[in-house]
């Protein structure tokens, strides 16, 4: 028989990945999602089945973190082999003007799940993942991070992801549950939010270069980040979930890379070279030269010309907005353990991450050009 998976925040980024990734195992995946006036299923529309069809392989229910009698039912219907609570309030930004209502669906939302596995004696059938973060690293004590350094947690997040965290190990180790935490480092993919800083930038960039946006405006363009594809991380998932013993893994690149550089790469991208300069709130980026040929063949040449006319422009610029109260400034990984025990390899490396997720951007924002083309309104805003 099939193997039956829940997916908390099943439609986000790693819930898209991780549902299709899931059903070509062969899996019946059942997927939670938050009631809203919209449909917000676009990332996983592909995988969609009528409610009348026999033999469904995704399965979506209605649900909310901060709801227990709701996941306490929705776990004792599914009776799920592997849970993956992925679910979260992920912005690290907006949990600094939400800071309670991150505590209680990061922290307190992961013990619901828990104690929901517990109480309907589930814990030898019901294997758990619980999505936690290089965030708890913080002011980061030790450099690269692995499992055994020290947490520094430095936004209302990271708190709740801590609670989260021990919340796992203390289920696992008090009721002897198949309960595990895979501490993911930084991963994107064109699925990735545009409100989240790589999205942001590669969406940013592919407008100014076909000319809809003027400016592009971030925070900390000197933080660095471990960055890797979500395509590779959900597969460090569904792994953990397979080992004889539960455990704890860090998952990343082990390459750290700052904000800037990010930049840099995804101009370069389209054959756009960018140069910095000034220092902290004052630092401006510029376009200082143009690869003609290459932004041809991935920007096409109906936007030459007006992309010709960006050389000698500032197109990046900081503003204090986007800093958060407390900073994160290095993130890097050590996935030694995960490359070791669970056999994974990413196969994404940074500059192929950033190809994917331009190419997919300047596919969206062609759309909008030709639009704008035909007389269509298009309106020019900054995120």
Aim: hydrophobic share 40%.
């Amino acid at each position: 028989m099939s193997k039956i998976a829940l997916i908390t925040g099943i439609t986000g980024q790693d819930g898209a990945y991780l549902a299709e990734y899931l059903i070509k195992k062969g899996y019946i995946v059942h997927g939670m999602k938050r009631r809203s006036s919209l449909f917000n299923t676009d990332r996983i529309d592909h995988l969609y089945q009528c409610p009348h069809q026999k033999e469904r392989k995704l399965i979506l229910h209605y649900g909310d973190l901060t709801d227990s009698m709701n996941i306490t039912r929705m776990i004792q219907e599914v009776q799920p082999d592997e849970i993956y609570n992925l679910a979260a309030m992920s912005h690290v930004k907006v949990s600094f003007d939400t800071p309670e209502y991150t505590a209680n669906a990061d922290g307190i939302g992961t013990l619901r799940i828990l104690e929901a596995v517990r109480l309907l004696g589930l814990t030898q059938k019901t294997r758990i993942y619980q999505a936690s973060t290089s965030e708890l690293y913080g002011l980061v004590q030790e450099i690269p991070q692995k499992e055994t350094t020290p947490f520094y947690p430095r936004s209302p997040y990271a708190v709740a992801k801590l609670y989260a965290y021990w919340i796992t190990v203390n289920y696992r180790e008090a009721y002897n549950m198949h309960a595990s935490n895979g501490i993911l480092f930084n991963h994107e993919s064109p699925l990735r939010g545009e409100t989240f800083v790589t999205r942001k930038i590669t969406r940013a960039v592919s407008r100014i270069a076909l000319g809809i946006q003027d400016m592009l405006f971030l925070g900390n363009l000197g933080a660095q980040r471990d960055w890797g594809h979500a395509k590779d991380y959900v597969r460090a998932m569904y792994l953990i979930l397979q080992q004889q013993e539960p455990s704890d893994y860090v998952i990343a690149t082990g390459i750290t890379t700052a904000v800037r550089e990010f930049v840099r790469m995804a101009f370069e991208e389209l054959g756009m070279e960018i140069a910095f300069y000034g220092e902290g709130i004052d630092e401006k980026g510029k376009i200082v030269g143009i690869d003609e040929k290459l932004f041809i063949e991935k920007a096409g040449e109906e936007c030459l010309e007006d992309a010709k006319t960006l050389v000698g422009k500032e197109v990046v610029a900081v503003d204090k907005a986007y800093f958060r109260p407390t900073e994160v400034d290095l993130l890097i990984g050590d996935p030694t353990k995960s490359k070791t025990l669970l056999g994974w390899q990413p196969e994404y490396d940074l500059p192929a991450l950033v190809k994917d997720m331009m190419r997919s951007d300047v596919k969206e924002v062609k759309k909008i050009t030709l639009l704008k083309k035909e007389g269509y309104r298009v309106l020019n805003y900054f995120e």
